[in-house]
């Protein structure tokens, strides 16, 4: 088994880059309900690019932010197309920033809860962003990684991965694996039904009730045949962490904590 790694951080934290531990790391400020949220993101760019450079890890992927309120809200499967655009905008302008480390990834969000009668709507409309999003990235050599979602979102279940990948139809989509949000399907029928299009990951287990992000080992996930699976299919990528930290801060303590008990599930 492959024992390359990456981390989800959630800003430019220098002390996840010197662990020593990850070969990549997925930028993730998620949350632009705060008012300087890109003024946030803009000063973490020089930091992430000066941190990879000087310990050699990639910064891999970003993952697009995913509210639905104000003052930025992100809605790609909005029903309203202005709100969409205005969403697709916000992106672009996101990503531009972010191409600056090398990304080769931007992992999005289908939408927070819908309603069941909007689903199919919703549905298509967030094809017809995702396309929008991956001609935008194409030239910047980025792909688009749709994540598996909980049952109540856009993007959640095999079929519902296989009809956007379908439609989507470009050579830079895929799907960003989320080992806690299949709640009502199982993680290895997943990967079986549409590993092929798995560009990336985000793993922690969970007790099959709702995500809890624990540490891979610590719930009901059989990780050995999820990585058997994931390598069947053709999966080639470091295995990308996203985990709730005890002082929600990654210490070098609970990073060997991550990894140690990682490995002792394989070694």
Same mark, same amino acid.
């Given at each position: 088994?492959?024992?390359?790694?990456?981390? #989800?951080?959630?800003?430019?934290?220098?002390? +996840?880059?010197?662990?020593?531990?990850?070969?990549? +790391?997925?930028?993730? /400020?998620?949350?632009? /309900?705060?008012?300087?949220?890109?003024?946030? %993101?803009q000063e973490d760019v020089p930091k992430l690019i000066e941190?990879?450079?000087?310990?050699?890890?990639?910064?891999?992927?970003?993952?697009?932010?995913?509210?639905?309120?104000?003052? +930025?809200p992100f809605i790609p499967a909005s029903l309203d197309e202005?709100?969409?655009?205005? %969403?697709?905008?916000?992106?672009?302008?996101?990503?531009?920033?972010?191409?600056?480390?090398?990304?080769?990834?931007?992992?999005? *969000?289908? #939408?927070?809860?819908?309603?069941?009668?909007?689903?199919?709507?919703?549905?298509?409309?967030?094809? $017809?962003?995702?396309?929008?999003?991956?001609?935008?990235?194409?030239?910047?050599?980025?792909?688009?990684?749709?994540?598996?979602?909980?049952?109540?979102?856009?993007?959640?279940?095999?079929?519902?991965?296989?009809?956007?990948?379908?439609?989507?139809? /470009? $050579?830079?989509?895929?799907?960003?694996?989320?080992?806690? *949000?299949?709640?009502?399907?199982?993680?290895?029928?997943?990967?079986?039904?549409?590993?092929?299009?798995?560009?990336?990951? *985000?793993?922690?287990?969970?007790?099959?009730?709702?995500?809890? *992000?624990?540490?891979?080992?610590?719930?009901?996930?059989?990780?050995?045949?999820?990585?058997?699976?994931? $390598?069947?299919?053709?999966?080639?990528?470091?295995?990308?962490?996203?985990?709730?930290?005890?002082?929600?801060?990654?210490?070098?303590?609970?990073?060997?904590?991550?990894?140690?008990?990682?490995?002792?599930?394989?070694?």
């Amino acid at each position: 088994m492959r024992k390359e790694y990456g981390l #989800s951080i959630k800003n430019a934290n220098e002390e +996840v880059f010197k662990t020593g531990l990850f070969s990549c +790391v997925e930028y993730c /400020r998620a949350d632009f /309900r705060i008012p300087n949220s890109f003024e946030l %993101t803009q000063e973490d760019v020089p930091k992430l690019i000066e941190y990879s450079k000087k310990y050699n890890v990639a910064i891999r992927s970003y993952h697009i932010p995913f509210n639905d309120e104000p003052p +930025v809200p992100f809605i790609p499967a909005s029903l309203d197309e202005a709100e969409r655009n205005k %969403t697709l905008e916000n992106t672009k302008k996101l990503i531009t920033m972010l191409s600056e480390c090398g990304i080769e990834i931007v992992v999005i *969000h289908g #939408s927070l809860r819908v309603l069941p009668e909007e689903r199919q709507q919703r549905l298509d409309n967030f094809v $017809d962003y995702v396309q929008k999003l991956c001609d935008f990235c194409k030239p910047l050599g980025i792909s688009v990684a749709v994540e598996t979602l909980k049952p109540r979102c856009i993007g959640n279940g095999l079929s519902e991965h296989l009809y956007i990948m379908k439609n989507v139809n /470009r $050579d830079n989509v895929g799907i960003c694996f989320d080992s806690n *949000h299949l709640l009502e399907e199982d993680n290895i029928d997943f990967i079986e039904g549409a590993g092929e299009y798995i560009i990336t990951t *985000h793993l922690s287990d969970f007790d099959g009730i709702d995500e809890k *992000h624990w540490y891979p080992g610590r719930g009901i996930n059989d990780w050995k045949k999820i990585v058997s699976a994931l $390598d069947s299919k053709g999966y080639k990528g470091p295995y990308v962490f996203e985990v709730s930290f005890p002082d929600k801060v990654p210490t070098q303590k609970e990073c060997e904590k991550l990894i140690n008990e990682w490995e002792k599930m394989f070694f």
